[in-house]
């Protein structure tokens, strides 16, 4: 069965540098997503993704974030100066076109240190 | 701005046992709902998801019902087993289109079910 798969697991940087997460969408999936949880906090929305630009952002989603699809497999989420706050999972999504059903990576833990 | 809140927050119960887990949110101008299973440290599972027009959905030992107008949605799990044993969380979605598929999560029942 297709899913989402995302790297690295597990991201430990320090505070200040700038990282890149990956997640590889289920094959033909037109939407893309990107969310993340604190620990012990609930999934909060960062940005939603189709035909190539951004079509939603939540009020975390500041210039310190942004999104790119390079190329037809794989879409990132770089965090540019990274703080403590920012450790945190961050999960990957994608849904088909015609799907309303968003489909979760198993998420990479992000530990700013 | 919409709020969703799952109660209990935790709830453990023997094996064999038939449970509901509730979702309550606060603007029941929804496209869908959709509830997933979370294992610890593990991504999201999506079990169920009940478009704004349909009142549940089935899938096994799963049933998701949805009363739009109150703002209410219910998960029932028949006899349960300790592999159910996981978090479960309900997320709504605001409209259709690109622009409106954020999900809005609450906060989750933690569920163990004893052997």
């Known amino acids: 069965e297709p899913e989402v798969t995302q790297t690295p697991s597990h991201q430990v940087t320090q505070m200040g540098q700038e990282v890149i997460l990956r997640c590889v969408p289920i094959?033909?999936?037109?939407?893309f997503y990107w969310y993340r949880q604190i620990l012990g906090q609930k999934v909060e929305f960062l940005v939603s993704?189709?035909?190539?630009?951004?079509?939603?952002k939540s009020e975390i989603f500041d210039d310190q974030f942004s999104v790119e699809r390079p190329d037809g497999s794989n879409f990132t989420l770089k965090i540019r100066s990274t703080k403590l706050e920012d450790s945190a999972m961050y999960f990957c999504?994608?849904?088909?076109?015609?799907?309303?059903?968003?489909?979760f990576g198993p998420g990479t833990r992000l530990t700013v240190t | 701005k919409q709020e969703v809140t799952q109660i209990p927050a935790a709830l453990s119960v023997p094996e064999g046992e038939n449970l509901v887990l509730n979702c309550s949110f606060t603007?029941?101008?929804?496209?869908?709902l959709q509830w997933f299973r979370q294992d610890p440290g593990k991504g999201l599972t999506s079990l169920l998801l009940?478009?704004?027009?349909?009142r549940e959905q089935t899938s096994g030992r799963l049933n998701a019902s949805l009363d739009k107008s109150s703002g209410r949605s219910t998960l029932y799990i028949a006899a349960s087993q300790p592999g159910d044993s996981a978090t479960y969380l309900c997320?709504?979605?605001?409209?259709?289109?690109?622009?409106?598929?954020?999900?809005?999560f609450g906060e989750g029942t933690q569920l163990t079910v004893n052997p």
């Open positions: 009940i478009q704004s027009s349909q």
């Open positions: 997320a709504v979605r605001p409209r259709l289109g690109a622009s409106g598929s954020r999900l809005t």
């Open positions: 993704f189709y035909n190539n630009e951004i079509s939603e």
């Open positions: 094959s033909n999936h037109l939407y």
């Open positions: 999504a994608s849904r088909g076109g015609s799907s309303h059903e968003q489909y």
């Open positions: 603007d029941s101008a929804i496209y869908n």
